[in-house]
């Protein structure tokens, strides 16, 4: 995955703490599982354990088929955090 996605990842994760329309958080479910599951596919076989495992939960929890739906003061620290481990793991993740 180019790295350029894990930025774009990261700035959306970042925007979703606005008031933005329904429309951008189906999206941003799509882009954030998306590269969660990629990152999660690329490190099941290191020697890694607790990266692929972090990536499955954020994958799962991003995931546009079966939404969590939560309250939206749950998912801004969730967000955020998933902003930040996208962006501190970015060479685990990017090819």
Do not use: C
């Not at 606005?18 to 941003?28: A, C, E, G, K, V």
């Not at 939206?72 to 990017?94: M, Q």
């Amino acid at each position: 995955m180019p790295v350029q996605v894990i930025y774009i990842t990261a700035l959306f994760l970042f925007l979703a703490i606005l008031p933005l329309p329904s429309d951008f958080y189906s999206l941003l479910r799509v882009i954030v599982a998306g590269t969660f599951a990629w990152g999660a596919y690329r490190n099941f076989g290191k020697k890694l354990l607790f990266l692929p495992l972090l990536y499955t939960l954020f994958a799962i929890l991003y995931n546009p088929v079966i939404e969590i739906n939560l309250a939206k003061e749950f998912w801004i620290p969730i967000d955020l955090v998933a902003a930040i481990v996208v962006l501190a793991t970015k060479n685990h993740i990017a090819e």
